[in-house]
């Protein structure tokens, strides 16, 4: 293993090399006239691994309708390093796709071009999201090729090209492959989200769920100017913002009853935990642009970041919405709202309670109008254990990486591939991060800070020395 | 007088043919592909005008700033028929610009065609708003011409092509030309409005004003994802339906206090017109497309649409608009209402109110997050009275040419040039609508009765004859 972590060291220049040409190819897998890209970048990996002496396979995955028009989805590529049956087998995810970029977005360079900063950031889109980690488990299998080492496991990749699009076909072919590519797999790392500050590695084992609602009210049967017939009839607007209004307060507590009753009440084990996370409320305040945070100490935000359940009122569709001003009365309006969740909470429970309070607040209103409440889609929370062995063989590496403990982390965002992998493997799932929080992953001048890019690699693969000796 | 009724009974036809070349002219204001027909439409009536030996002249507005293009504004028409100092003035307004139409829109005919259907309803856009009243004065101008007579007053027209898009220039040209071109002018006649029903006439005394308000609310430095900082920042969204959530209840009473404190009580002299007034509460839930009226009776109704104030919510800037989900914290977003006032509501007392009302809610809330609220525009109320001698003559008109005594209604919406010809002229002004309530003015499949054209063009020559007789 020093041998392998001295090799990293001394060949970063090389790695950063093998990034530079990644992040030239413009796999904006949001924008079709960028779809040859996403597949060149596939063709890069599938490349770069048969040259380090991977199996390679890549999975068609069909077509996409993209608003009418038929494209072809970017192929899962699968790679395979080692079937030592006496060994474990870890499985890494990863997307080779990227955010759009625009240099008038008001990127400092073109997002399309590596640069290396005076602090040593390199600053290209897909660097930190999600390249820059994809190339790290490369890394380690260059490193040990050329250093004529075997890996201490089986490695298995899947990487998809569709991440920053809805992952489109992926959940499909992981439910399909279960029992096929992905058998014998015994724990997964993903390697696609971020250290909570700038300073500290984390192993995140917690992400949100979300339940998105539609609250739709009917009123007249076509829009009405509002000097002609206001007055006259109820207007869908004056209720939604009557029932909208009656969700969350202005300190983040959610009015809807029952919702409190599902949340994991919180033991003194887990109070304990928040104290000891690195973590400044200016690093928040730096990301929200300003003081408007509701809380004012760390345990309590984090909290409320991590395992309590937050609503958000998202717009309003059927409304007026352009600059201006516009007379009218909306015929038809639908309020978008949703709720993070966390453990205990069951989406369909959430639903009910949601619906139920929604239909009554409604009616004690007395209106004519007619409301229709739905959820429109719902992505379970995931929580893991930071004390499952694949969290302790990846916290000790952090320590023989970084000298230090990782911070134990979960995040207010979903990653539904986590919850994927781990329903259809039924296997333990780590999330260990690259990159830094502020790395910029879908804004402009999105970075890998050079030692993270290097220390990293040395992470991803002291990861696998050290989950190859556990018992998972 | 006689001799009047008789021949616009007889040349029926020829006036039907005069309303089917201006129907053919597609003067859609709104749309610069279509002001060249909208130049077309003022040529037209200037040679019309000039044909029946008025005096015509056309006033330049310069140009028009449309998304960064500079278009030529269509010129105010300007002709006089007689001037008799020993006559009274009339001065009568019309637009000659219409509505956009489209066939695809759900027309059942080339809306630029004038078609008469089996019920003779003269089908077409322009026919009832603005053209058909327009060519009604011309046709008393030509009958009156043709039979050898000379007119009763001095008419004075006043025609502009930009009505349905804000009438650009026309205030400005009013007001400069109230000492010159208006000097003389006794009293104002406007016919672009419509009976309240559909088969009795009505002479309109009263409109609405309208204020507009803007309620912005800055958040986070920029749009948060929904996931990452739920719970942790004030949300604009929800401080702003919690605001908006208090200005009106479900029932149009509006909640801000001091709003009703400025309403002109309802005298029973005022009580006793709504007993009279022919008005169904079918024909609203007709124009409203279903029954979500508030009030039952129509006393009620009428007076909630005419002097009584109304609250409308009409939408939100900055927030997710589109159809689908969005998972974003907008960082800044504007609530749009507006109030239509009546007298003696004061637009300066209401916007002090309103603002201070919302402020101090806002207040209330405890959020970090900064609020901003105006008044982007205002437009007064109007009220004359039916017991003006001008309101007396056309009533008498109504009654000769109808046989019934014409409803005296108020309009829930607004018509800016009435306030400026009664401030810069200082005169009574007359609504004296041609069309039905269900000519669908700005709808597909917009018309105008034949015999309201007919006799609607008997019932402005009568006027004519009518306001000659009466000390203005």
């Not at 899947?158 to 959940?171: N, P, Y």
């Not at 009917?218 to 009557?242: C, N």
């Not at 995040?411 to 799932?429: D, H, M, R, Y």
Request: net charge negative; charged share 25%; glycine share 8%.
């Amino acid at each position: 293993m020093e041998k392998f972590l001295d090799y990293v060291e001394k060949h970063q220049n090389d790695f950063v090399e093998r990034l530079r040409k990644a992040v030239a190819i413009p796999s904006v897998s949001g924008d079709p006239s960028h779809r040859p890209d996403v597949f060149r970048m596939a063709d890069f990996l599938v490349q770069e691994l048969k040259n380090l002496g991977a199996d390679v396979e890549t999975r068609d995955l069909g077509k996409q309708d993209w608003h009418g028009t038929s494209l072809d989805l970017p192929p899962i590529v699968l790679a395979t390093v080692g079937n030592d049956p006496s060994k474990k087998t870890i499985l890494v995810y990863g997307h080779y796709d990227v955010q759009p970029a625009l240099l008038e977005d008001g990127w400092n360079t073109n997002p399309f071009e590596l640069v290396e900063d005076e602090k040593n950031r390199l600053i290209g889109r897909g660097s930190t999201d999600d390249k820059g980690p994809i190339l790290g488990w490369i890394n380690v299998v260059e490193a040990h090729k050329n250093l004529g080492l075997e890996l201490p496991v089986n490695l298995k990749f899947c990487l998809e090209g569709m991440e920053e699009s809805g992952s489109e076909g992926l959940d499909g072919l992981i439910y399909k492959e279960a029992d096929k590519y992905f058998k014998d797999v015994d724990a997964v790392c993903i390697s696609d989200n971020y250290w909570l500050g700038t300073t500290k590695p984390c192993l995140t084992y917690g992400l949100r769920g979300v339940s998105y609602f539609h609250v739709k009210i009917k009123g007249p049967g076509a829009d009405l100017h509002s000097g002609v017939f206001g007055g006259t009839v109820h207007e869908p607007m004056t209720d939604l913002f009557a029932i909208m209004s009656k969700l969350v307060n202005v300190h983040g507590k959610i009015l809807i009853p029952g919702i409190y009753d599902q949340v994991r009440p919180l033991t003194d084990e887990e109070q304990a935990i928040y104290k000891d996370i690195s973590f400044k409320m200016e690093e928040l305040q730096s990301a929200v642009g300003n003081k408007t945070n509701i809380h004012e100490d760390i345990p309590k935000t984090l909290q409320s970041r991590w395992r309590n359940p937050s609503l958000s009122i998202h717009g309003v569709e059927g409304a007026f919405y352009n600059p201006g001003d516009k007379t009218v009365i909306p015929a038809c309006v639908t309020g978008k709202f949703s709720i993070r969740t966390v453990p205990d909470m069951e989406p369909k429970k959430i639903s009910q309670l949601v619906c139920k309070y929604i239909e009554d607040e409604f009616a004690k209103l007395g209106s004519k109008n007619t409301l229709h409440v739905h959820c429109t889609h719902d992505g379970n929370h995931w929580l893991s254990s930071p004390n499952h062995p694949n969290y302790v063989a990846a916290a000790k590496a952090v320590e023989t990486v970084y000298n230090v403990k990782p911070d134990l982390t979960r995040e207010g965002g979903s990653i539904p591939v986590t919850l994927s992998f781990q329903s259809a493997l039924n296997k333990n799932v780590l999330l260990l991060p690259m990159g830094r929080g502020d790395d910029g992953a879908h804004s402009i001048n999105e970075k890998l800070d050079r030692s993270n890019y290097v220390k990293g690699t040395q992470l991803l693969g002291t990861y696998l020395y050290e989950v190859s000796k556990v018992e998972l």
